[in-house]
């Protein structure tokens, strides 16, 4: 059974927005060792059209080496993308899900393989809320954003983590890993 892992990037004060973080080389080579450890990323249509900035460097790369790296390895892993209002995709790699997130996920998670990625907030709290996710990675960047699209909101159920592994890059971001331990208590 495969894993599903939720990586995200996200500030002190919880806010997810791609903007808000400092992505440097270190980062880069980080996100793009992961994908290659991947057989599939999903992502929801606004993330998917965020990452197709990628594209571009496949066209243009850049003078960071890091950059076209991880422009190679984000064109490379199969992307599944859930949307209600995109009827497609021309992106080679990528293709809209057939059916519903919870099945489609189920039936990945049974297939034998590499692990599976989630990269986007919304998809992160539905499948969080369906107590599928069997890990997190979260990279927090040593910023306050101050506003923007927190993490985890909607969440009515404490879920409790466990700390399983962390990674410290030198701009002072860390990424955690946890597990999920199953415990949900319902907020009052």
Known sequence: MRKLIAAINTTLDGICDHTAGIPDEEIHQHYTELLRQGDAILYGRTTYELMEFWRTLLENPSEE???????????????????????????????????DLKGTVLELKQQS?????????????????????????????????GSGLPLFENINDRTILKLIKTKTFSSGAVTLNYEPTNKKTTNS
């Not at 190679?72 to 021309?90: C, E, G, H, Y």
């Not at 919304?122 to 997190?136: A, F, P, V």
Request: net charge positive; aromatic share 8%; glycine share 4%.
């Open 65 to 99: 080496k890091s950059m076209n790296d991880f422009a190679k390895a984000i064109d490379q892993i199969p992307k599944i993308v859930f949307s209600r209002t995109l009827k497609n995709v021309d992106w080679e790699s990528a293709t809209i899900a057939k059916g």
């Open 113 to 145: 393989g590499k692990d599976i990625f989630v990269g986007s907030p919304s998809l992160i709290i539905q499948l969080m809320k369906l107590n599928l996710i069997d890990e997190y990675q979260f990279c927090v960047h040593p910023v306050v954003a």
